[in-house]
């Protein structure tokens, strides 16, 4: 294919081995890897008997293959369909029944040279950067955890050795004007949000300026990624569905961000160690569920590079989507006004309940689990406050209000220990910030939470009870 180093990155991003049972077959990757390591050392056609004996061994050990000559027969044959890879005088090949491949007793008779298509073992072979680039997306997006041995196996050790990551482009931090700009220089979709670049590894994009700016959570480094679907409930197709492979593959993918006016850079490599389904606000202005993408920055794509806790928080993710959007039946849209306070309170305190009894024990993740802890219960708590402080022995709560028409409280567990407290009015309070503040560093917090807790539970059996 005459589409230079572009079109090459592409057919190679494209290369999407099918899943099977237990793993992906990962055939193709494998038989690339070695040609690109043949076309680095100036070789470029190989006999198929050559290509045979080398890689039996080699699907057997990184490909699980059963140790036959058969192995090969599938990816010598099939890798032609990615463009990657050419064998000389297919016409007297015979093919099996099914016509899909030459059968092995074929092959073997006629020996037919084969190799990577000329243009791309030029490139190959006289690019070395290139060829780095390129082995370097492989092995990231199929080889990672690097096995022990592959790079020496497939001839890359001293192409990439210690430069698998460092070789792939773009950058981490560099700048682009627009998407198309990107696009231009790397490939991928134009307009979606969480698309492949041309080496086929995922990209999220988060742009301030979007229906949702996606968030840090407090307390981590860690981000809130909103998913994919602008208006109406997210579903987990197209991008959701990329996420949540990347998610149990523990895959890095790249996350670009825009601020405000500014300019998209790629911000940096991050894993996805939690997923949450909570309430949003679409494009059009109504409420919709929408996937939270729990994205953990990390300075190298590479696994053996991930710090203790990023492994630690890929371990204790159970792969789920934890769903936090039953507990919020108050919709303003619905007419909810017409219901008393203490009638929405109630159904509030209800949902919370509901929500808090599924949630699973708190890990060190407890952070996560409070970013995204219940809307339902925070909104029962500020109905329950009548817009002020509830500390009995309030110095004085701020009159002003936000830009939202809102007055400024703080919710908050009253014991703030990441106990094991439920996400549940009566046992949580709205503060002033002085108030809050007293409770969380004053030195007699003590005294005060205990006094605190007392006020909450009585003002919850006092708007529940009211009601009966
Ligand atoms: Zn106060």
């Given at each position: 294919?005459?589409?230079?180093?572009?079109?090459?990155?592409?057919?190679?991003?494209?290369l999407?081995?099918?899943?099977?049972?237990?793993?992906?077959?990962?055939?193709?990757?494998?038989?690339l890897?070695?040609?690109?390591g043949?076309?680095?050392?100036?070789?470029?056609?190989?006999?198929?008997?050559t290509?045979?004996?080398?890689?039996?061994?080699?699907?057997?050990a990184?490909?699980?293959?059963?140790?036959?000559?058969?192995?090969?027969?599938?990816?010598?044959w099939?890798?032609?369909?990615?463009h990657?890879?050419?064998?000389?005088?297919?016409e007297?090949?015979?093919?099996?029944?099914?016509?899909?491949?030459?059968?092995?007793?074929?092959?073997?008779?006629?020996?037919?040279?084969?190799?990577?298509?000329?243009?791309?073992?030029?490139?190959?072979?006289?690019?070395?950067?290139?060829?780095?680039?390129?082995?370097g997306s492989?092995?990231l997006?199929?080889?990672?955890?690097?096995?022990?041995?592959?790079?020496?196996?497939?001839?890359?050790?001293?192409?990439?050795?210690?430069?698998?990551?460092?070789?792939?482009?773009p950058?981490?931090?560099?700048?682009?004007t627009?998407?198309?700009?990107?696009?231009?220089?790397?490939?991928?979709n134009?307009?979606?949000?969480?698309?492949?670049?041309?080496?086929?590894?995922?990209?999220?994009?988060?742009?301030?300026?979007?229906?949702?700016?996606?968030?840090?959570?407090?307390?981590?480094?860690?981000?809130a990624?909103t998913?994919?679907?602008?208006?109406?409930?997210?579903?987990?197709?197209?991008?959701?569905?990329?996420?949540?492979?990347?998610?149990?593959?523990?895959?890095?993918?790249?996350?670009?961000?825009k601020?405000?006016?500014?300019q998209?850079?790629?911000?940096?490599?991050?894993?996805?160690?939690?997923?949450h389904?909570?309430?949003?606000?679409?494009?059009?202005?109504?409420?919709?569920?929408?996937?939270?993408?729990?994205?953990?920055?990390?300075?190298?794509?590479?696994?053996?590079?991930?710090?203790?806790?990023?492994?630690?928080?890929?371990?204790?993710?159970?792969?789920?989507?934890?769903?936090?959007?039953?507990?919020?039946?108050?919709?303003?849209?619905?007419?909810?006004?017409?219901?008393?306070?203490?009638?929405?309170?109630?159904?509030?305190?209800?949902a919370?309940?509901?929500?808090?009894?599924?949630?699973?024990?708190r890990?060190?993740?407890?952070?996560?689990?409070r970013?995204?802890?219940?809307?339902?219960a925070?909104?029962?708590?500020?109905?329950?406050?009548?817009?002020?402080?509830?500390?009995?022995?309030?110095?004085?709560?701020?009159e002003?209000?936000t830009?939202?028409g809102?007055?400024?409280?703080?919710?908050?567990h009253?014991?703030?220990?990441?106990?094991?407290?439920?996400?549940i009015?009566?046992?949580?309070?709205?503060?002033?910030?002085?108030?809050?503040?007293?409770?969380?560093?004053?030195?007699?917090?003590?005294?005060?939470?205990a006094?605190?807790?007392?006020?909450?539970?009585?003002?919850?059996?006092?708007?529940?009870?009211?009601?009966?």
């Amino acid at each position: 294919m005459a589409d230079g180093a572009a079109g090459l990155i592409k057919r190679v991003g494209g290369l999407a081995p099918a899943a099977r049972d237990g793993g992906r077959a990962l055939h193709r990757p494998l038989l690339l890897l070695w040609a690109i390591g043949q076309a680095v050392q100036g070789r470029s056609e190989h006999r198929w008997s050559t290509v045979r004996d080398v890689l039996v061994p080699l699907l057997t050990a990184y490909a699980g293959a059963p140790a036959r000559a058969q192995s090969v027969v599938y990816p010598f044959w099939a890798l032609r369909n990615n463009h990657l890879w050419e064998v000389a005088e297919v016409e007297g090949l015979r093919l099996t029944s099914g016509g899909r491949r030459p059968t092995l007793t074929t092959l073997n008779e006629a020996d037919p040279l084969a190799g990577l298509p000329k243009n791309d073992f030029d490139l190959l072979s006289r690019d070395t950067e290139l060829a780095a680039r390129i082995t370097g997306s492989v092995i990231l997006r199929f080889f990672d955890p690097l096995p022990a041995g592959l790079l020496d196996a497939v001839g890359l050790t001293e192409l990439l050795v210690g430069r698998v990551d460092t070789s792939l482009r773009p950058r981490v931090g560099e700048p682009f004007t627009n998407r198309d700009t990107i696009a231009d220089a790397h490939g991928g979709n134009r307009v979606l949000g969480i698309t492949p670049l041309a080496d086929g590894i995922l990209t999220a994009y988060s742009d301030d300026q979007g229906p949702y700016a996606d968030k840090r959570i407090d307390g981590t480094d860690w981000i809130a990624y909103t998913g994919d679907g602008l208006s109406g409930d997210q579903q987990m197709r197209g991008g959701n569905k990329s996420m949540q492979r990347y998610r149990t593959e523990q895959r890095a993918l790249r996350y670009w961000h825009k601020p405000h006016r500014g300019q998209w850079t790629f911000q940096t490599w991050a894993v996805i160690v939690d997923c949450h389904r909570r309430w949003g606000r679409g494009e059009d202005g109504q409420m919709r569920r929408e996937y939270a993408w729990v994205l953990a920055p990390v300075a190298s794509p590479l696994h053996q590079d991930w710090p203790q806790p990023i492994l630690d928080a890929l371990r204790e993710d159970d792969g789920r989507v934890h769903d936090h959007t039953q507990d919020t039946p108050l919709d303003e849209t619905e007419g909810a006004e017409v219901l008393s306070g203490r009638e929405r309170y109630r159904r509030l305190s209800a949902a919370a309940g509901r929500t808090a009894s599924r949630r699973s024990a708190r890990s060190h993740r407890t952070e996560v689990e409070r970013y995204f802890r219940s809307p339902a219960a925070r909104q029962a708590v500020i109905l329950r406050s009548g817009g002020t402080c509830e500390n009995p022995r309030c110095l004085g709560h701020p009159e002003e209000l936000t830009d939202a028409g809102a007055p400024i409280l703080e919710v908050d567990h009253v014991n703030d220990l990441g106990n094991g407290g439920g996400d549940i009015p009566e046992t949580m309070i709205a503060l002033c910030p002085n108030c809050h503040a007293l409770k969380t560093r004053g030195r007699s917090r003590r005294e005060l939470q205990a006094a605190l807790l007392n006020v909450a539970r009585e003002r919850h059996r006092v708007f529940i009870e009211d009601m009966l």
